[in-house]
């Protein structure tokens, strides 16, 4: 037991010796300077917005009258798949009046995107 527990402290102690760099390499090192980057562009901003859907809807157009308020918004969908229902399935049918929406859009200046609706 003793030669074992001897014979372990030997490799332990040789071991780093063995792995370590030889001095004939030498590192050679570069030196970076950083340089300032300014970015430019418009601010993005996420909302959301609640209301239900009202009776009238043109085609891709989808009208909310808004809970917090009397007023009503009016948002354009650009192609299909962006209505979800509460499960996250894709909603193909027309969107009812009088059906409570959740609109989550991106607002940059004056246009808004939409991301997707989920009807309730």
């Given at each position: 037991m003793?030669?074992?527990?001897?014979?372990l402290?030997?490799?332990?102690s040789?071991?780093?010796?063995?792995?370590g760099?030889?001095?004939?390499?030498?590192?050679?090192?570069?030196?970076?300077?950083?340089?300032?980057?300014?970015?430019?562009?418009?601010?993005?901003t996420?909302?959301?917005?609640?209301?239900?859907?009202?009776?009238?809807?043109?085609?891709r157009?989808?009208?909310?009258?808004?809970d917090?308020?009397?007023?009503?918004?009016?948002?354009?969908?650009?192609?299909?798949?962006h209505i979800?229902?509460r499960n996250?399935?894709?909603v193909?049918?027309?969107v009812?009046?009088?059906?409570h929406?959740?609109?989550?859009?991106?607002?940059?200046?004056?246009v808004?995107?939409?991301?997707?609706?989920?009807?309730?």
């Amino acid at each position: 037991m003793q030669k074992i527990l001897i014979t372990l402290a030997c490799c332990a102690s040789i071991a780093p010796l063995a792995l370590g760099e030889s001095p004939k390499h030498k590192k050679q090192t570069t030196a970076m300077t950083e340089q300032a980057i300014t970015v430019t562009g418009t601010v993005v901003t996420s909302t959301t917005e609640e209301g239900t859907a009202t009776n009238y809807q043109p085609a891709r157009t989808l009208i909310v009258r808004q809970d917090r308020s009397n007023g009503a918004e009016r948002f354009v969908l650009n192609g299909p798949g962006h209505i979800f229902n509460r499960n996250g399935e894709v909603v193909r049918t027309a969107v009812k009046p009088g059906t409570h929406v959740r609109v989550y859009y991106a607002s940059a200046g004056n246009v808004r995107t939409i991301d997707h609706v989920i009807i309730d």
